[in-house]
Each structure stands twice: as structure tokens, then as C-alpha cells.
């Protein structure tokens, strides 16, 4: 009978779980969220020195204009469809050195390769592309920039205006 009973006890040893020997295992949850928000960013660097210069010094460049290339170059990051406009900072370029002033709307606008638009006050719609950083396809691109005076012909001089480029999503 010893036998048996030491039979017996050996063999609920070892067929028993942990949880007779109160050996319990237990778990517990706990929860992570991530909340991503709307990620924009616009960089815009020139790569024509600190200002796009335009040197106009013949009537040729006041009656057909003057145009620069790849004057700057614009970068967007963003987790959402986007859409660049551009406008003017104000109605008219101011001189530096008198009280002139010339349409903004002589100086026209264009992705690189693409149909020039007038600056004016009003955001003009420039470009739109995907979400992704610069190095997504149509993200990054350069810009150009015309002069076209149609008769206007403003004292000799220096003008300066600012250009805002507006990212927004689509």
C-alpha cells in the first residue's frame, strides 16, 4: 500500500500543472497609441545668392524680359497630399532709394519648365504632389522667375518685394 500511495504521489507530481504546486502564470496589457497629426514642411533655398537679382539694362529686357532659371529650389515634406501657392508680399515692389513703386505683377512665376503665373496678392496655386519627404518623385523642384513690364517703364533704381510661398494640404 506504501507502494501505492508513493506511486500515486509521484505520478500527480508529475501530471498536475504548476497551478496545484501554485506556480500560476498571469498577465497583464497595457496599451500604446502613437498619434501622428498633419506633418508639413517647406524649404525653400535660393540658388542664386541671398536674392534673385534681376539686371535690367537694355529696353530689349524691358519689352521681351528677363528670366532666371532655377532660381530657387523648393523642398516639401508632408504625410498628406499637399499644394504650393504663391503670392506677393505686397501690391507693388518698392524702391529702395525713392518713393517708386512697380506692379508686383510684372514678375511672373513657374515650376521649372511648366506655364508662367503673375504674382499678385491672391495665393496662385504653384504645384501639388504626394505625400512623402524631398526625396519622393515631384517633392523637390526648382522654380523660375520672369520679368514682364508691358510698357511700364519704372525709374532707374532698386525694387524689392518678398515672395510667400504657402504649403497647404490638398
Known amino acids: 500500500m506504501k507502494k501505492l500511495g508513493l506511486f500515486l504521489l509521484i505520478f ?3 501530471s498536475s ?3 496545484v504546486w501554485g506556480q500560476t502564470n498571469q498577465t497583464a496589457t497595457s496599451k500604446v497609441m502613437i498619434v501622428i497629426h498633419d506633418i508639413m ?3 525653400v533655398q535660393s540658388n542664386v545668392g541671398p536674392s ?3 539686371n535690367i539694362t537694355s529696353t530689349d529686357q524691358m519689352d521681351g524680359g528677363s528670366k532666371i532659371d532655377n532660381a530657387s529650389t523648393i523642398s516639401v515634406l508632408s504625410n498628406k497630399p499637399w499644394k504650393i501657392s504663391v503670392r506677393a508680399g505686397a501690391e507693388n515692389f518698392r524702391s529702395t ?3 517708386s513703386e512697380i506692379p508686383a505683377s510684372v ?3 513657374r515650376v521649372n ?3 508662367y503665373i503673375p504674382t499678385t496678392m491672391e495665393n496662385n496655386l504653384l504645384k501639388g504632389g504626394e505625400q512623402g519627404d524631398e526625396n519622393k518623385l515631384g517633392n523637390r523642384f526648382d522654380v523660375d522667375y ?3 513690364f508691358n510698357g511700364i517703364y519704372a525709374d532707374p533704381g532698386t525694387y524689392e518685394i518678398d515672395l510667400i510661398y504657402t504649403l497647404s494640404q490638398d
Open 12 to 14: 500527480l507530481a508529475f
Open 17 to 19: 500543472g504548476p497551478e
Open 41 to 43: 514642411k517647406l524649404n
Open 52 to 54: 534673385a537679382v534681376f
Open 97 to 99: 532709394n525713392s518713393n
Open 107 to 109: 514678375l511672373r512665376v
Open 113 to 115: 519648365g511648366g506655364d
Open 146 to 148: 520672369l520679368t514682364s
